[in-house]
């Protein structure tokens, strides 16, 4: 079974700076799709980033970047310059390519934001 | 575009009552599936509907149940409600492109409350 471990469960960022959330997964499957998720206090799971295995270009989204290391089954983010509004939890998730399995999900690492 | 569509957002319930969710997935998606979010687990998988049959199921106790209709709104059913169904409940749409599903969109969730 595949397995998402985010080993940061809290962390901090000052407005305007860069940070860089970890996730690594554990899967003996080749095609799979990344996720990170974002959960504001409003509690609704809003979709940041999207990044297919077999693909070698990282994805991005805005301010919003991944770094997907397929060998080392890893897939961070990074937020640049910061915002108020990017306070929230982060879930990175992970689903088969193939077949019609759910998405497995991360314990989520809680950021902060300081103004 | 509506996004996906829960209710209610929130219910209390006493011990032993039952209770119905329900949700309307994003027009076009045809697979639905059902989050339970608690602090200490984390998300857990409860069951995912594709085309009015359950095509995945979680590691959760009979009590808990769903279905899906022609139009792929989805209900899930707790019966004999205990405290420690105290939760999030999400309900997440996906596109299914034949293969299986892609990213998932997410409710703002039903807070239920047992006592």
């Known amino acids: 079974a595949q397995t998402v471990t985010q080993s940061q469960p809290e962390m901090s960022v000052q407005e305007a700076e860069t940070v860089t959330l970890s996730c690594t997964y554990d899967?003996?499957?080749?095609?799979?799709?990344l996720f990170w998720y974002k959960q504001p206090p409003s509690r609704q799971m809003i979709l940041v980033i999207r990044?297919?295995?077999?693909?070698?270009q990282n994805a991005t989204e805005n301010r919003f970047s991944v770094n997907f290391q397929k060998a080392a089954k890893s897939f961070s983010l990074k937020i640049s310059d910061s915002q108020l509004g990017d306070a929230a939890m982060y879930f990175c998730?992970?689903?088969?390519?193939?077949?019609?399995?759910?998405?497995?999900f991360g314990k989520g690492t809680r950021l902060s934001v300081i103004a | 575009k509506a996004g996906v569509t829960q209710t209610p957002r929130y219910l209390i319930k006493t011990r032993g009552q039952q209770v119905t969710l329900s949700c309307s997935p994003i027009?076009?998606?045809?697979?639905v599936s059902w989050y339970q979010q608690t602090p200490g687990q984390g998300l857990q998988f409860l069951f995912e509907?594709?085309?009015?049959?359950?095509?995945n199921k979680g590691n959760f106790p009979g009590r808990f149940s769903g279905r899906q209709f022609s139009n792929s709104r989805s209900e899930m059913n707790v019966s004999t409600l205990e405290l420690g169904d105290s939760a999030l409940y999400l309900c997440?749409?996906?596109?299914?492109?034949?293969?299986?599903?892609?990213?998932?969109?997410f409710g703002q969730g039903t807070r239920l409350t047992v006592v």
């Open positions: 997440a749409s996906s596109k299914d492109t034949g293969l299986g599903s892609t990213e998932a969109f």
């Open positions: 899967t003996s499957e080749s095609d799979y799709y």
């Open positions: 990044q297919e295995a077999y693909k070698q």
């Open positions: 998730a992970y689903r088969s390519y193939s077949g019609n399995t759910p998405l497995v």
């Open positions: 027009s076009g998606h045809r697979s």
């Open positions: 509907y594709f085309s009015e049959t359950q095509r």
